[in-house]
């Protein structure tokens, strides 16, 4: 059944005269995805011609992924147009790429993307297809060991914890909390008790004082508690983030645990401004923008299924890789795995681009309009470079400062 839907969702989206080119990698998304038009494409001989974009890294081949991008597209002879990473980095020609003058968010990799928009207008293409919902529907560590269990596949669920518990360094007990007690508890306490109890408990937090930002006291609620430790919190207050529930009111009354957690990853508000902001570039160049796993169809299915059959620990996208055999080369599907481009974002800004960074959270207009604190973040920056904290929270900071400058704001 998931094959039919992807294959239709591909196809609905090939209906072009001019060529259509696939934000290729060496992931199972993007690789289903181009697998799926290059399978189309020799049953139908009226599809357009198809080309793949990829990047390509040199210095960091710990995040390239060439060797499993070829088999896809050695086997559907799919044209595959290299982009050199380190051309494409992060703040890389400042202020050359950047936000829209409608939203602050962009992406730390835009570079790379409109580097490969400018690639593929050259050859023609009219239409992009990428896979970036691959993750919400089929990933994103949404874990359903209480349907195991369910299903009386007993010595899988016993599988699927020891594992669980390798992967995020959990004793057994600890496990078992966390992946069955925790989520089965869930399902047996009524929504709106439980929903009622995490308010409460939200209020009563609230009073103590405020982590970060030295401007309050420990223990904000809500979608504040994620974020940065460089972001004060008297302005969280403000724009009532500590009281906003970002939980979609479809998902409150849902079933089961595992189910509540899988939708709430496919109507992830950040998923869908990142889908929005790749649309709107894409736009600004002419090109159409297409997301096969964004399809309405494959979300019902997703919702519809019960976890654990989707994606397991020990089978990471358990259900789409069973649903390639036969399209997808086999190797392919075994060696597609997550790899991040982290080790070139931690070079970017420490060294390539670090003067930038710099001149960035220096006379911040963030810490300016208060939202910021200026100190800590460059106290942040600097405990980075050293390697001494992690960095993605980084990066929403800098766009929202590059957004701040660029429209005078």
């Not at 703040?91 to 003058?101: I, T």
């Not at 004060?232 to 009111?249: C, H, M, Q, S, Y």
């Not at 929403?396 to 704001?409: Q, V």
């Given at each position: 059944?998931?094959?039919?839907l992807?294959?239709?969702a591909?196809?609905a989206?090939?209906?072009?005269?001019?060529?259509?080119?696939?934000?290729?990698s060496?992931?199972?998304?993007?690789?289903t995805?181009g697998?799926?038009?290059?399978?189309?494409?020799?049953?139908?001989?009226?599809?357009?011609?198809?080309?793949?974009?990829?990047w390509?890294?040199?210095?960091?081949?710990?995040?390239?992924?060439?060797?499993?991008?070829?088999?896809?597209?050695?086997?559907?002879?799919?044209?595959?147009?290299?982009?050199?990473?380190?051309e494409?980095?992060p703040?890389?020609?400042?202020?050359?790429?950047?936000?829209?003058?409608d939203?602050?968010?962009?992406s730390?990799?835009?570079?790379?993307?409109?580097?490969v928009?400018q690639?593929?207008?050259?050859?023609?293409?009219?239409m992009?297809?990428?896979?970036?919902?691959?993750?919400?529907?089929?990933?994103?560590?949404?874990?359903?060991?209480?349907?195991?269990?369910?299903?009386?596949?007993?010595?899988?669920?016993?599988?699927?914890?020891?594992?669980?518990?390798?992967?995020?360094?959990?004793?057994?007990?600890?496990?078992?909390?966390?992946?069955?007690?925790?989520?089965v508890?869930?399902?047996?306490?009524?929504?709106?008790v439980?929903?009622?109890?995490?308010?409460?408990?939200a209020?009563?937090?609230?009073?103590?004082?405020?982590?970060?930002?030295?401007d309050?006291?420990?223990?904000?609620?809500?979608?504040?508690q994620?974020?940065?430790?460089?972001v004060?919190?008297?302005?969280?207050?403000?724009?009532?983030?500590?009281?906003?529930?970002?939980?979609?009111?479809q998902?409150?009354?849902?079933?089961?645990?595992?189910?509540?957690?899988?939708?709430?990853?496919?109507?992830?508000?950040?998923v869908m401004?990142?889908?929005?902001?790749?649309?709107?570039?894409?736009?600004?160049?002419?090109?159409?923008?297409?997301?096969?796993?964004?399809?309405?169809?494959?979300?019902e299915?997703?919702?519809?299924?019960?976890?654990?059959?989707?994606?397991?620990?020990?089978?990471?996208?358990?259900?789409?890789?069973?649903?390639?055999?036969?399209?997808?080369p086999?190797?392919?599907?075994r060696?597609?795995?997550?790899?991040?481009?982290?080790?070139?974002?931690?070079?970017?800004?420490?060294?390539?681009?670090y003067?930038?960074?710099?001149?960035?959270?220096?006379?911040?207009?963030?810490?300016?309009?208060?939202?910021?604190?200026?100190?800590?973040?460059?106290?942040?920056?600097?405990?980075?470079?050293?390697?001494?904290?992690?960095?993605?929270?980084?990066w929403?900071?800098?766009?929202?400062?590059?957004?701040?400058?660029?429209?005078?704001?």
């Open positions: 059944h998931l094959r039919e992807l294959l239709e591909v196809r989206r090939l209906r072009s005269r001019a060529p259509v080119g696939i934000s290729l060496g992931g199972m998304d993007s690789a995805v697998s799926a038009a290059g399978w189309l494409s020799e049953q139908e001989e009226t599809l357009p011609p198809l080309r793949a974009y990829s390509a890294f040199s210095e960091f081949p710990e995040s390239d992924e060439r060797e499993n991008i070829y088999r896809v597209a050695g086997r559907y002879g799919l044209p595959v147009s290299e982009i050199p990473a380190e494409t980095y703040l890389v020609e400042y202020p050359a790429h950047g936000p829209h003058e939203d602050p968010f962009t730390m990799f835009q570079p790379f993307m409109e580097r928009l690639t593929a207008i050259a050859d023609g293409v009219a992009m297809l990428y896979g970036f919902r691959g993750d919400v529907m089929f990933g994103g560590n949404v874990n359903d060991l209480p349907g195991l269990l369910r299903a009386g596949l007993f010595s899988t669920a016993r599988a699927e914890l020891a594992e669980l518990a390798r992967v995020f360094g959990l004793s057994k007990a600890r496990a078992v909390r966390r992946y069955l007690i925790r989520p508890v869930s399902d047996l306490v009524p929504r709106g439980a929903l009622s109890l995490r308010h409460g408990l209020l009563l937090g609230r009073r103590g004082p405020l982590p970060g930002g030295g309050g006291s420990k223990g904000l609620g809500g979608a504040a994620r974020a940065a430790p460089h004060r919190r008297e302005f969280l207050k403000r724009a009532g983030v500590a009281e906003a529930d970002l939980t979609p009111l998902v409150r009354t849902w079933r089961r645990a595992a189910g509540r957690e899988r939708f709430r990853h496919i109507m992830s508000p950040l401004r990142g889908v929005q902001y790749s649309e709107r570039l894409a736009a600004g160049f002419g090109v159409a923008f297409g997301d096969p796993w964004g399809d309405r169809r494959i979300a299915f997703v919702l519809a299924c019960p976890q654990h059959v989707l994606d397991r620990a020990l089978e990471v996208k358990r259900l789409p890789r069973l649903a390639m055999r036969g399209i997808m086999d190797e392919a599907i060696a597609a795995d997550k790899v991040s481009p982290g080790p070139m974002y931690a070079q970017a800004l420490r060294n390539w681009a003067r930038t960074v710099i001149d960035l959270i220096t006379d911040s207009r963030c810490a300016a309009h208060g939202y910021i604190d200026e100190a800590a973040l460059q106290k942040h920056f600097d405990d980075f470079v050293r390697g001494e904290a992690p960095a993605f929270d980084l929403s900071t800098l766009s929202l400062e590059i957004w701040l400058r660029r429209f005078g704001l």
